[in-house]
């Protein structure tokens, strides 16, 4: 069964971190492209970041510098660090690899 499951959310004041992980298991991880996306309350999903099976990176403008998506094919793994965190950044964090899914995380930024 193909699944992702993620963790590591939480509340967290404005310029704290977070490191977000997402634990893939019924598939060869090694091969996919992993992304993270978000949805803000009010908001539709938009992607966050992406990482290729080379580890090739790409961001959304907002978080360039901020977050940094990174994969240990080892254990499954996919994680997104944040540092920095704004208000903005406010939102259920989602792992997914093309049509599949995780539930998601929650991540508040306030003081």
């Known amino acids: 069964q193909v699944q992702l499951v993620e963790s590591g959310g939480g509340l967290v004041q404005p310029g704290g971190s977070l490191r977000l992980s997402c634990a893939a298991s019924g598939f060869i991880f090694s091969i996919y492209t992993m992304r993270w996306y978000r949805q803000a309350p009010g908001k539709q999903r938009e992607w966050v970041a992406s990482?290729?099976?080379?580890?090739?990176?790409n961001y959304l403008d907002s978080v360039k510098g901020r977050f940094t998506i990174s994969r240990d094919n080892a254990k499954n793994t996919v994680y997104l660090q944040m540092v920095s965190l704004k208000p903005e950044d406010t939102a259920v964090y989602y792992c997914?690899?093309?049509?599949?899914w995780g539930q998601g995380t929650q991540v508040a930024v306030s003081s």
């Open positions: 990482i290729t099976s080379d580890s090739r990176t």
């Open positions: 997914n690899r093309d049509v599949i």
